[in-house]
C-alpha cells in the first residue's frame, strides 16, 4: 500500500512564505517523478510544480515561477514546495501526487494528471490578502 502524506500548509498573509512536504512510502523513491497539485474552491485541480526521479529536472505552471522551489530527498522519501511570495490566488488545498515514469516520459507528461497513479490527502494553505 503507497502512502503520501502532506504537511506544511496553514493560514499565511500576501507576500508570506510556506514549505509543504510531501513523505512517501514508495519503495525504491527515486525510481517515481513527483508533481504538486492544487484545487481552489470551485476550480478543477491544477499542475503547480513536478521534479524528476534524480532531482535533476524541475517544472512549473507560469504562475508560480520564481516564487515556488520544488526538491526532494530521495534518502528521505519526501518532496518538499517551497513557497515564497504567496499572493491571495495561491489559496488552494495542495496535493503531491507520484508519477508513473521518473523522467515523466521525457518531460511530456509532468502536468498530465492521468500520468499520476498515487496521491496525497491534500494540504490546505490559505493566503490572507
Known amino acids: 500500500q503507497v502512502h503520501l502524506v502532506e504537511s506544511g500548509g496553514g493560514l499565511v498573509q500576501a507576500g508570506g512564505s510556506l514549505r509543504l512536504s510531501c513523505a512517501a512510502s514508495?519503495?525504491?523513491?527515486?525510481?517515481?517523478?513527483m508533481g504538486w497539485f492544487r484545487r481552489a474552491p470551485g476550480k478543477e485541480r491544477e499542475f503547480v510544480a513536478a521534479i524528476t526521479g534524480s532531482g535533476g529536472t524541475t517544472y512549473y505552471v507560469d504562475s508560480v515561477k520564481g516564487r515556488f522551489t520544488i526538491s526532494r530527498d530521495n534518502a528521505k522519501n519526501t518532496v518538499d514546495l517551497l513557497m515564497n511570495n504567496l499572493k491571495p490566488e495561491d489559496t488552494a488545498v495542495y496535493y503531491c501526487?507520484?508519477?508513473?515514469?521518473?523522467?515523466?516520459?521525457?518531460?511530456?507528461?509532468?502536468?498530465?494528471?492521468?500520468?499520476?497513479?498515487?496521491w496525497g490527502q491534500g494540504t490546505q494553505v490559505t493566503v490572507s490578502s
Open positions: 514508495l519503495r525504491t523513491f527515486s525510481y517515481y517523478g
Open positions: 501526487a507520484s508519477h508513473r515514469s521518473a523522467t515523466f516520459y521525457s518531460g511530456r507528461y509532468h502536468s498530465d494528471v492521468s500520468e499520476y497513479d498515487y
